[in-house]
């Protein structure tokens, strides 16, 4: 109690910081990944080096790819911006792919029949493609979501802010209380946000 009346109103302001950056980044990913995924469903030709750029960010070590972008012009320095790139940057991976899989494990007599009434490309996409795979779609976001969440704890150490302020104080103090402050909330936080986004993905299957 002690420890939470000295520390509870910063525990808020970090967890609203790490709140933040990671729904920032997640927001902007989903509107980068999801046309990059369904862009390679119509240029196979692209599904290599696009997919191929998504691993090799996955491949980095986090904490080398902050190091990386603060000498970025525009995108770099120290604070949110260049957290919030680097979060975008590593969840592009899951949400393009699973884009790409979803659309393209559309059932091929499915799609036929959509070209046999006569529909666009457009329109199949929008009306038959999309509705089918979103579930699919929605798995990628959310498995970003937690990845972001565990991520953006290291945002702390380029000045970000967040929860993973807590942790590196109290590894430099080697004070257990502190890394806990800012691992229990990132903990309940990514649990809670894989939780709800769970229920929406298996809503959107058993409605399939």
Known sequence: M????????EILQRSGQHLFLVFTSIAIAVLIGIPLGILITRKPALSRPVLGFANAIQTMPSLA?????IPVPFIGGI???????????YSLLPI????????MGVDPAIREAGMGLGMTDRQLLLQVEIPLALGVILG???LATVIGVGLATIAAAIGAGGLGEFIFRGVA??????ILAGAIPAAIMALTADFALGLVERRLTLKK
């Open 96 to 103: 393009i792919r699973n884009t790409y899989l979803g659309i």
């Open 173 to 178: 103090v080697v004070d257990s209380q502190l």
């Open 140 to 142: 990628g976001v959310r």
């Open 2 to 9: 002690e420890f939470l009346n000295r520390y509870g109103e």
């Open 65 to 69: 790819i902050f190091g990386f972008l």
């Open 79 to 89: 604070g949110a911006r260049t957290a919030i790139v680097a979060l975008i940057l």
